[in-house]
């Protein structure tokens, strides 16, 4: 069986503060954010099932896994926190542009937790942005952040997460690249460039009645009602017209994310 999935968006970072902080390159997590994560931790009813926690190589990411998942890595001390550069964020703004893998080597190296950093390749950070000019990022191939380049690795995040032999992950990650991995666009404008709240987790399993090159990801009805929604999650079809709608809306809020 395929593992149940908790997603997750990182807690409040400096770039949520305000437009003129997306300028600020992959910033720390604030105030609030740290208290976030404390919320977090007592909150989640799940730490005893989860066998492993991933996430972006993002500084608020990992610090998000870090101390909200805490009780997960008390509990497995041989567990590992894996990131995985497919996770990162959609676009080329300097705050979704991560810092170099020596660099987050070095910042963490005293974490209690072990940290495995074998899914960022040397090159994961190297969108070449050149923004605040109104240029279009240099950048092609995986980590480019055109629609098709970002839709392939979070079709390629699924495919890694189904294949994985736990039975319950979480994965920490970010609000824009969260809609292109679980394939729900449902209330995506509700705040910046997202539906998900600084945070927020979602439940979901993979729908196995459907065996496409899609892997879609469904929300558990507890998970829906947790966020106040009583129906079920919108159609494979229904989604397509909700994508469109909403990639126009995040444009129109000032996160386009290139054809």
Known sequence: MPPKIHLVRHVEGVHNLSHEFWYVRDPQITDKGKAQC???RDEFPDHANV???VASPLRRTIYTALE?????????KDL???LNADLQEASDFPCDIGSDVAN???EFEESSVSIDFDLIPENWNQKASLRPL???SLQTGRYHPGREAVSARAREARLWLKARPEKEIVVVAHGGLMHFLNGDWEDCCKNEATGWDNAEYRTYEFDTTRIDEDLPLLETPGSRLRRGKTGPQPSHEEQ???RENGLRGWAEQGYAVPE
């Open 240 to 242: 397509s017209s909700l």
């Open 104 to 106: 987050l080597r070095k």
């Open 51 to 53: 066998e492993l926690v």
């Open 68 to 76: 909200a998942f805490a009780p997960v890595f008390e509990g497995r």
């Open 134 to 136: 109104e240029v279009a």
């Open 80 to 82: 590992k926190l894996i």
């Open 38 to 40: 404390a919320k977090l």
